[in-house]
């Protein structure tokens, strides 16, 4: 190293660029010339190393070197080259024996140059993993941006700490020792982070949570898709456009409903119930059931459930003639079989999974019928418009069965009653 600092000393001072008197001025000119030499290097390295990489991603059909020169990956690592070079040749400019303060203070300047770049170009690697692996369908609905963040403040963490021990001279490890006293401090500064890490591990270790769910969280006003699943907070895109974001430790502690098993089960439920009017249910008389026969869904069970009573009242001899004795058809017995048979002949209508119309406990506002069933499509609008035309046509056919729906008293109905008490005489 001597004989190359007396070469470089030695031309300098032949091509007239410094002088034997000058003192600092011949280390400047040096570290200049250190600069130059780096910085065409560098932009040589650039030409060369990028050039070439370049022009292989194009005729390649992988995805991945193309990504690496979208995100400037290699652009980024190249940055370290200069500053190793000029670390390594700073003792020609200041050797140790004259300026050992300013070579310290150069290099140490390298070093923490050195370690950022390196930080930059770690973090930019880790993002075109991430941005990677998320488009496989192995990962695509895995919350890998969250271990991403991990990963990313682990190392900022870890970089911090080698630039602290340069500027004060110690050894990173005896840093990290002194930590562990301030390990209280630090969890608690880091708090969220460290909860949002543990909640990650769990959502995604019990596949509670994927990018793409629907939940609905009432405690937090969340109703719609999950869009975004990272360290400190899940983002969820409501129904409404509006963005909520919650905890990801609050999801683990609190309830919240995920409606994932609805969107891959085989059909989406329909859970509806219409009241009756209690005063409109009664036997079916001979010339009802006779009108009842003509409903192409019902011919067939009008036939056999007449048959059935018959042979029941005629084996337990049930007098016919009054009409609580024995077993009778009722127009809300034939109205919920027509609905079971109009739900299982509905295309829209799933057949594997339960299909169902029953009774539910009677209220003061009539007799709850419930229809259950699952619509095959479980599109949102498709859902909500097959639902739609179902109660449609329920509510159309009650009348059709001697049946009306429960309906709460109205201001209009009120007003149609008005004229009739204004006629009455008074003696009435």
């Given amino acids: 190293m001597n004989q190359i600092q007396t070469w470089v000393y030695d031309t300098l001072l032949r091509l ?109 690697s880790l993002n075109l993993i991430h941005e990677i692996y998320s488009q496989k369908d192995t990962f695509k609905n895995k919350p890998l941006k969250g271990f991403i963040q991990i990963l990313q403040v682990a190392i900022v963490f870890v970089g911090i700490i080698l630039i602290i021990s340069v500027l004060i001279n110690k050894s990173p490890v005896s840093l990290f020792a002194g930590l562990g006293a301030s390990a209280a401090i630090l969890m608690l500064v880091f708090k969220d982070t460290i909860l949002g890490f543990v909640a990650g591990i769990q959502l995604s270790a019990n596949d509670m949570l994927r990018p793409g769910d629907w939940i609905t969280m009432n405690k937090y006003g969340a109703d719609g898709n999950v869009i975004e699943v990272t360290l400190n907070a899940v ?18 502690t609190d309830a919240f409903q995920n409606w994932r098993g609805m969107s891959e089960s085989p059909g989406r439920r329909i859970k509806r119930s219409i009241n009756i009017d209690m005063n409109s249910v009664r036997f079916c008389t001979p010339e009802m059931l006779e009108r009842f026969r003509k409903i192409a869904l019902l011919t067939d069970y009008i036939d056999g459930k007449e048959r059935e009573l018959s042979l029941y009242n005629e084996e337990h001899h049930i007098d016919s003639t009054v009409w609580v004795n024995g077993r009778r058809q009722t127009n809300i017995g034939v109205f919920r079989a027509y609905l079971e048979r109009y739900l299982r ?58 049946l009306s729906v429960f309906q709460n008293v109205s201001g209009a109905d009120l007003r149609g009653i008005a004229p009739l008490l204004e006629n009455r005489s008074p003696q009435n």
């Avoid at 060369?48 to 990489?53: A, D, N, S, V, W």
């Avoid at 050797?95 to 203070?105: H, T």
């Avoid at 895109?237 to 999801?251: E, G, K, M, V």
Wanted: glycine share 4%; hydrophobic share 45%; net charge negative.
């Fill in 16 to 124: 007239g660029w410094i002088s034997e008197q000058s003192s600092y001025l011949d280390n400047t000119v040096i570290l200049l010339g250190i600069i130059l030499l780096t910085v065409g290097i560098d932009y040589a390295c650039r030409y060369i190393f990028l050039g070439t990489f370049k022009r292989l991603a194009k005729r390649t059909r992988n995805q991945l070197d193309d990504l690496i020169v979208e995100r400037k990956i290699i652009h980024k690592m190249m940055h370290i080259i200069p500053a190793i070079l000029i670390y390594v040749l700073l003792p020609l400019a200041f050797p140790e024996a004259e300026a050992p303060e300013i070579l310290i203070i150069l290099q140490k300047l390298c070093q923490i140059y050195i370690i950022a770049v390196s930080l930059r170009f770690i973090n930019a």
């Fill in 235 to 252: 983002k969820v895109r409501n129904f409404d456009n509006t963005i909520t974001t919650i905890p990801p430790y609050a999801l683990v």
């Fill in 345 to 402: 002949n509905l295309p829209a209508v799933n057949k594997e999974l339960t299909c169902m119309v029953r009774h539910l406990q009677p209220t003061p506002t009539g007799i709850p019928i419930e229809l259950y069933c699952f619509s095959s499509d479980k599109e949102w609008t498709n859902y909500e418009a097959i639902q739609a035309d179902i109660f449609d046509h329920v509510l159309a056919v009650i009348p059709e069965f001697g």
